[in-house]
């Protein structure tokens, strides 16, 4: 294996099968999602991408980024160091497409005027350029040096009929506490897109013991504190290069979920203002201040990310500045929801009392719920989305665990699951008894943010368990990256239990659970055709800066098409 970050010139001339003299070269054809402009000068160059030149990783530092896959496009980004940045300058993109002689349109450079005050950010949104279910290669060129090469690709026709749809999944990557060999894995697989179910980066400073994973933020604090620290959490985590390597690779779909910001956030319905968890931040008091916080997160966020989503900054409400939630349709094969489970979300309710009436069930997008994951409008195009039968599966980008978990163990809970769909109990049982009664079959969630491997059953309810006809969908989560998982928590705590006996017990306890792994790190692969969901979850060790970094099979499930039936492969 190598660690080589992106492929070079003869990788992509081996992987195309040859790009003929003249193959396609385009720059951007439209605006770009991040308000910056595209001159139509044309310019010269060569036929297909080259080999970076010795001076790119100085230029691009944090590499490049694609994401957001249409049918006709998808959003590159890529980063331009300060030190080589000159306003005169220009930056180009050029691309080649698989498959032979192309041509999207005329070459044309990208305005660079406004990157500083986008901390050098560079999004370009090629929607409207492209083809449909198909493979490119992109290259920056900034004053003359050629950045690394990326791959990304289009999405089918809704019309298509796609053979597969194969998902890296990812999710929890806090940067002190361990490598990235697992994103080195990922780059390995054979996929087609990238989902990261988020905490992208974590808000907090400090130094856990590894070489090289020290976090200093420029406040100076043990935790974010404006714009200038977020923006430096994700250029750190961004210099990482498995990252690199599996963010040039793949085009990345993805959510957030709570360390984007801050730990445990949530909106404040009564004061109208946005929240920590308890103890999380030391100004969560300060409403101001948090507004502030908060704003400046999604903005980091947004200038990070290789999305195309609604971002206004001077929207009056802090909800009203980023439309998160959206969807992907792959053909006739499958339909990919992705929900933001943090920015509507009220405080978690630790004594849930339920009550889903018929008139509720009914109005499911225009209820008012006391407790809510999802906010009204977005439960109100949830519910569209799921019923909207034109594709074999529907898939579920669902950051926090949805099915109910029992963590007692000796008469204690073991952890409190509250910031999960178990504090939204209400909700989580409306949606389910909603998907029950409009027949949604194929449902399948792909979950993140509990640092743990497990495959189970979603269900109405959770009385009668073992009842087959109460399954609504299946759920699989994949490991955490590097951050926390349930063996270190319980050492760090010094509780004097093995974990193999907590695993043990907490399946005993959840009997729609078939599998659960809080032992290991690491990164899941699913795989959708018109037969089957094969979700397989694999533990790669953090300890080690190297890509050859251990890497083996925790678990793989089969669930095959008209029945919520989990089968061990």
């Known amino acids: 294996m190598t660690e080589e970050p992106t492929p070079g010139r003869r990788d992509v001339l081996r992987s195309i099968g040859g790009v003929p003299a003249g193959a396609l070269l385009v720059d951007a054809l439209g605006p770009d999602p991040s308000g910056q402009s595209l001159s139509t000068e044309a310019l010269s160059g060569q036929s297909e991408p080259v080999d970076p030149d010795p001076e790119a990783d100085r230029v691009f530092p944090q590499g490049v980024a694609s994401g957001d896959p249409t049918t006709d496009g998808v959003v590159l980004w890529t980063r331009i160091d300060p030190d080589a940045y000159s306003r005169s300058a220009p930056l180009t993109l050029r691309m080649a497409a698989t498959g032979g002689f192309h041509r999207l349109g005329p070459l044309r450079s990208v305005e660079t005027g406004g990157l500083p ?17 198909r493979e490119y290669y992109y290259q920056f060129v900034y004053d003359g ?21 194969r ?11 361990g490598y990235y060999g697992a994103f080195h894995h990922l780059a390995d697989e054979d ?38 620290d977020y923006r430096y959490l994700h250029r750190t985590y961004r210099s990482d290069r498995f990252f690199q390597q599996a963010l040039a690779r793949y085009a990345m779909i993805a959510t957030w979920d709570d360390h984007e910001i801050v730990d445990n956030r949530y909106w404040d319905y009564e004061a109208d203002r946005p929240r920590a968890g308890d103890g999380a931040h030391p100004r969560n008091d300060d409403a101001e201040f948090m507004r502030q916080l908060f704003a400046d997160g999604m903005r980091a966020w947004w200038e990070y990310m290789p999305v195309r989503v609604q971002y206004d900054p001077d929207a009056d409400s802090l909800q009203d500045r980023l439309r998160l939630f959206r969807s992907f349709r792959f053909g006739d094969l499958v339909d990919l929801l992705v929900t933001d489970e943090r920015l509507f979300r009220s405080k978690p309710d630790r004594d849930p009392q339920v009550d889903v009436s018929e008139a509720a069930l009914s109005a499911l997008g225009s209820v008012e719920l006391e407790h809510t994951m999802l906010g009204q409008s977005q439960r109100e195009w949830f519910a569209d989305a799921v019923t909207d039968d034109a594709t074999t599966w529907t898939a579920w980008a669902n950051e926090v665990l949805n099915m109910r978990l029992d963590t007692e163990y000796n008469g204690q809970q073991r952890f409190d699951n509250a910031d999960a769909w178990d504090g939204y109990e209400t909700e989580r049982r409306l949606l389910m008894r909603y998907l029950d009664e409009q027949n949604v079959d194929n449902f399948v969630a792909l979950t993140g943010d509990l640092h743990t491997a497990l495959a189970g059953y979603m269900r109405v309810d959770y009385d009668g368990e073992t009842d087959p006809d109460g399954r609504v969908g299946v759920e699989f989560m994949t490991p955490a990256i590097t951050s926390a998982n349930l063996a270190e928590i319980l050492a760090m705590r010094d509780v004097d239990v093995p974990t193999s006996l907590v695993e043990r017990g907490i399946l005993g306890r959840n009997p729609h659970l078939e599998f659960f792994d809080g032992s290991h790190h690491g990164y899941a692969v699913a795989e959708f055709t018109p037969d089957a969901c094969e979700f397989t ?18 678990a793989a499930f089969r ?4 029945e919520p039936r989990l089968e061990s492969r």
């Not at 998902?167 to 506490?177: H, I, M, P, S």
């Not at 979850?537 to 925790?554: H, I, R």
């Open 145 to 165: 040096v050629h950045g690394p090469v990326g791959r990304c690709r289009t999405l089918p026709r809704p019309t298509a009929s796609p053979e597969r749809v």
């Open 559 to 562: 669930v095959p098409e008209g």
């Open 537 to 554: 979850a694999y533990a790669v060790d953090k300890t080690v800066d190297s890509a050859n970094a251990s890497k083996e099979e925790l």
């Open 167 to 177: 998902l890296g999944v990812a999710t929890c990557q806090d940067y002190r506490e």
């Open 117 to 133: 005050g986008r901390d050098y950010t560079v999004k370009v949104d090629l929607a409207g350029a492209l083809e449909p279910d």
């Open 191 to 228: 996929l087609d897109f990238l989902l990261h179910l988020g905490d992208i980066i974590y808000e907090w400073a400090g130094h856990l013991g590894l070489d090289g994973r020290r976090i200093r933020l420029p406040s100076g604090r043990r935790m974010a504190w404006g714009l200038e």
